[in-house]
């Protein structure tokens, strides 16, 4: 061995010996390419493993996974209508490992969207995104993107009736967008040059979309990630890690060994659930026969559960696209130095709260949508017996457009704020306790508008009070109803009341939130808080669509279907 | 310490992943072929078989396990080592044809119950017993030349004849729209089939025949109850129940699976179906009656007409009319111009109920004058005798 590392050949290639001194130790992370986006030396603490829960680095292993079962996979698969089936039945057939192989990358697939998921959050929940790491989050939130386009172009290649069917929801989202989908709100395109178009290169899902799916996949999509990848990893290094506590330790060996140790794992975890479960594969594609019912890849299903609440263009464009442009704003939003480097709820109790109900809402309803629903979308429970003759029709109506936009109105309305100056020059004027009384009385009356125009529009409107007062599906409107009917004479009465003590709680509340706002201009400005507040009240629309629609009844807020514009 | 968890996972991941290979290389296949040469004179080289025939898009690894399918002389007694019977292999050499063409199953697959198609996700599962003779009629159109070796897939074809089916059905552009068209019944997606009813196996010949025996158990429409209220009631299928028995059942079913969509290639084709044969009689009368069973008009006004068929929420007692009668009520003229006009939709019984499925297609374009008159006498003498002679003749 020693007479080995004399040589010439030797000499080479290594450039330092291998003793373990501290200089060698040093030598080993800048003296290699691959190494050298370490630091050499780390905080110790940072090592830990309930700290970071190693899930970018396990995202990477996983990356890494996929890209040589991929190329592998490549070997095997033709991506045309007619062989790529043919092709998935011979991997599981006659390929020597073909089927493993396979189930590798399909789990690893499933797995590296997880982690990449769990790895944001883990960021988020230790604050390791603030200064002078914000743009770092951004490149991260970039690959979350990334990461899920890289599945879900690769969901359509099995060309099963599972690919086409999951791919043609997406597709059709995407045809819903506003004025560049031809189905979408104020349209300006047709089927033949709109944003489904691009996509496919077609109308429909079919051989000019699998080559597309295909080249995006293997080539194009992973080629960017990978840069976007460089970036981040370099940007770990160069923004300094997010624990800064405690002594410095040598990287080599001790973050290399646990980077070794979770790539161990991982390749471990990932071995016995590719021998245990096989990935699916259903009958050949056929775009004329629909399987019912039809969904999406699961990460995407909790937006097309959003499908019963929103129009298309809802669902599966604007909230999307808010979702990711609102995570990339969080860095540059969040003001509160504190609670960085640990789990620390008590520093962050509004940060911590508005991202993990937003993280649960998703999860929740992807829950839903996986395990919750059957044929025509009809709801089941998880374990209960699907039946393609069960079909229930809900009665629902809309709320007549004037007071629909009086209700939206005063909805996003809550979000404004007076600022501090226009109080102080009003109270020159008028004193401080007349201005005070006024500003809560403005936030009051905008309050109680809301609830007024939420509720006087379903009780006065004589066709939707009866229609919905006799349905099934509305219980509030339900109980309103037969309230009325009970009370004959006085029922009227009864209304008023219950309108009245309506619009009170509501402008109540409306007054409660005013004072949290003014505490939230008063710590953001004028831009953040525009930001922070319009991502919350469009977060919150969510459930509140959500309920609208299950206790009322409500289909649309406001409709107008000329243009396809229905909120 | 640290190292020896490194190594332990290490060799982990190894095992598993040799598992991995392990259970690849012992494939059901690997067992059944050294099955096979323990007991063979000659052993043969383990490795997956398959023929190819692009002509027809094939390639059917079957004989991976069955093995001497087309050599009689190292064939076993047990399957799957037998060899193929009869001499069907000699008109049909397995280079040529493969297996899957005839057989159905998945060609692709190398384990039993895959290759056979019996899976989840697999349509053309094997068809077993008399089932296989629906593929004859793929190269062999003329169904008469090979009677012999399809006996019940003939029998369905005169089945379908005999029972009028095509007064509703089209098939390959002749016969009627009151029911779907049945050219490519025997491709029919297992997502366009409701099973919720079906007691056997979900596979398509299984519905057919199922359906066959009692038509209204399988489809037997929606109550009011079940659907969403205000929702009007959806009718149970309108197919007649010819109470058929089981092998006729079965020879309908057999005729069915034969309407495929595969489209083999014209050197495959040994002969294309023989065109009906011209009505030859001078009698009009026989005439008339061959023109009435032509067009399947007995499908729903039943033999000699005497009605009994059912149609959900139809006037005159929700069920087709019977014909004995109808010199009665038409004049020659009128009855002809009813025939070529068709009556749709039929009235209703409960005006709140179903437009009645089955109603008298229009038959216009479809019939020649000359087949009309014939039909027109044959149906005036439907009547029984004291009425016929009362009857003025032409």
Redesign the interface.
């Known amino acids: 061995m020693n007479s080995l590392k004399k040589t010439k050949l030797w000499k080479s290639m290594f450039r330092h010996d291998f003793q373990d001194t501290p200089r060698t130790r040093l030598q080993r992370v800048f003296g290699n390419v691959f190494l050298h986006l370490h630091p050499v030396k780390i905080p110790v603490d940072a090592l830990k493993f309930t700290y970071t829960w190693g899930l970018g680095g396990i995202s990477f292993v996983l990356f890494f996974v996929l890209i040589v079962t991929g190329v592998l996979l490549m070997f095997y698969y033709r991506p045309t209508t007619g062989l790529a089936f043919?092709d998935m039945?011979?991997l599981?057939?006659?390929v020597?490992?073909g089927?493993?192989l396979r189930n590798m990358h399909r789990w690893g697939a499933h797995a590296m969207v997880m982690t990449a998921i769990l790895h944001m959050v883990r960021v988020f929940l230790t604050g390791a995104y603030k200064p002078p790491r914000e743009f770092n989050w951004v490149i991260g939130v970039i690959l979350l993107t990334l990461t899920f386009l890289m599945s879900y172009t690769g969901y359509l290649l099995p060309w099963?009736?599972l690919a086409l069917w999951a791919v043609t929801v997406g597709a059709n989202m995407a045809a819903n967008t506003p004025v560049l989908g031809n189905e979408g709100p104020f349209s300006i395109v047709t089927p033949l040059n709109d944003v489904k178009f691009v996509m496919l290169g077609g109308t429909s899902v079919g051989e000019a979309a699998l080559l597309r799916f295909y080249v995006m996949h293997c080539i194009a999509i992973p080629f960017i990630a990978a840069l976007f990848m460089a970036v981040h990893f370099w940007r770990v290094r160069k923004d300094v890690f997010s624990r800064q506590t405690g002594e410095k330790v040598d990287v080599w060996p001790h973050l290399v060994?646990r980077e070794?140790?979770a790539t161990?794992?991982t390749?471990?975890v990932l071995?016995?659930w590719?021998?245990a479960m096989n990935a699916p594969?259903?009958?050949m594609a056929?775009p004329?026969?629909?399987?019912?019912p039809s969904k999406a890849p699961w990460y995407f299903v909790g937006l097309q559960e959003l499908l019963v609440y929103f129009d298309p263009w809802i669902a599966g464009v604007l909230m999307p696209t808010i979702i990711v442009i609102g995570l990339m704003a969080i860095p540059y939003v969040d003001v509160n130095p504190k609670g960085v480097g640990r789990y620390a709820f008590t520093e962050r109790k509004f940060a911590w709260s508005i991202f993990l109900f937003g993280t649960a809402l998703w999860f929740a309803l992807i829950f839903i949508g996986t395990y919750c629903r059957g044929p025509n979308w009809e709801w089941y429970n998880p374990g209960q017996t699907w039946?393609?003759?069960r079909?229930?029709?809900l009665t629902l109506m809309n709320i007549p457009n004037f007071w629909g936009l009086i209700l939206l109105g005063a909805y996003f309305l809550q979000g404004m704020v007076i600022s501090p100056q226009w109080k102080q020059r009003c109270a020159v004027r008028l004193g401080e306790g007349p201005t005070r009384l006024a500003c809560q009385g403005l936030d009051f009356g905008l309050g109680a508008l809301m609830g007024a125009a939420l509720m006087i529009p379903l009780i006065w409107t004589p066709e939707f009070f009866r229609t919905l007062g006799q349905s099934?599906n509305a219980p509030l409107m339900q109980s309103l109803f037969a309230l009325r009917s009970h009370l004959g004479a006085a029922g009227e009465l009864a209304m008023v009341g219950i309108v009245t003590v309506t619009a009170l709680c509501f402008g109540l509340g409306a007054v409660g939130f005013g004072r949290f706002k003014d505490r939230l201009w008063g710590r953001l400005g004028l831009v953040k808080y525009a930001v922070v507040i319009g991502l919350l009240l469009l977060m919150a629309s969510v459930p509140a669509k959500i309920l609208l629609r299950l206790l009322f009844g409500v289909k649309y807020i406001v409709s107008f279907p000329t243009v396809s514009f229905n909120i | 310490m640290k190292r020896q968890i490194f190594v332990l996972l290490s060799l982990a991941t190894l095992v598993v992943f040799l598992m991995a290979w392990a259970a690849d290389s012992r494939k059901e296949w690997v067992g059944i072929q050294e099955r096979f040469n323990a007991r063979a004179a000659k052993p043969e080289p383990i490795g997956i078989r398959q023929i190819m025939v692009a002509p027809l898009n094939r390639i059917d690894r079957c004989t991976t396990c069955h093995l001497a399918i087309d050599r009689p002389k190292a064939a076993q007694a047990e399957q799957p080592f037998t060899a193929h019977p009869g001499d069907y292999l000699k008109s049909h050499p397995v280079e040529k044809f493969a297996c899957t063409v005839c057989h159905a199953g998945q060609g692709l697959a190398t384990t039993v119950q895959a290759g056979h198609g019996e899976v989840r996700h697999w349509e053309q599962p094997l068809l077993r017993g008399a089932l296989v003779q629906s593929s004859c009629a793929k190269c062999h159109g003329d169904l008469e030349t090979i009677k012999a070796y399809a006996p019940m897939l003939v029998r369905g074809r005169q089945l379908f004849k005999e029972e009028g089916c095509i007064g509703c059905h089209a098939l390959h552009g002749f016969g009627q729209t009151v029911s779907v068209d049945l050219s490519e019944a025997g491709s029919k997606n297992l997502h366009q089939l409701d099973m919720t009813f079906v007691k056997g196996p979900h596979t398509l010949s299984q519905w057919l025949y199922e359906h066959f025996k009692d038509p209204q158990r399988i489809t037997p429409g929606f109550t009011r109850q079940e659907l969403p209220q205000g929702e009007m009631e959806i009718a149970p299928t309108a197919m007649p129940n010819y109470r058929l028995t089981d092998e006729e059942a079965q020879a309908l079913t057999i005729y069915m699976m034969s309407l495929t969509d595969e489209q083999v290639p014209g050197k495959y084709v040994k002969s294309l179906a023989a065109p009906e044969p011209p009505i030859t009689t001078e009698n009009a009368v026989a005439y008339g009656r061959a023109v009435f069973d032509k067009y399947g008009c007995v499908g729903c006004h039943g033999q000699n007409g005497q009605g009994g068929r059912n149609n959900w929420n139809a006037v005159d007692g929700q069920q087709v009319p019977a014909l004995t009668y109808v010199k009665a009520g038409y004049t020659k003229e009128a009855l002809k111009a009813f025939i070529a006009r068709g009556s749709q939709p039929l009235a209703k019984l409960d005006p709140h109920g179903p437009s009645p499925s089955l109603y008298m297609p229009r038959w216009q374009e479809k019939i020649s004058d000359e087949e009309l008159n014939a039909l027109v006498e044959y149906l005036y003498r439907l009547a029984p005798d004291e009425t016929a002679s009362a009857a003025p003749t032409p």
Do not use: G
Not at chain 1, 288 to 292: D, E, F, I, L, S
């Open positions: 043919r039945k011979d599981e057939y006659a020597t490992l089927t493993f099963d009736q060994s070794l140790l161990i794992l390749l471990l071995s016995i590719s021998l594969l259903e009958e056929n004329t026969v629909t399987p019912n039946s393609i003759r079909i229930s029709k099934r």
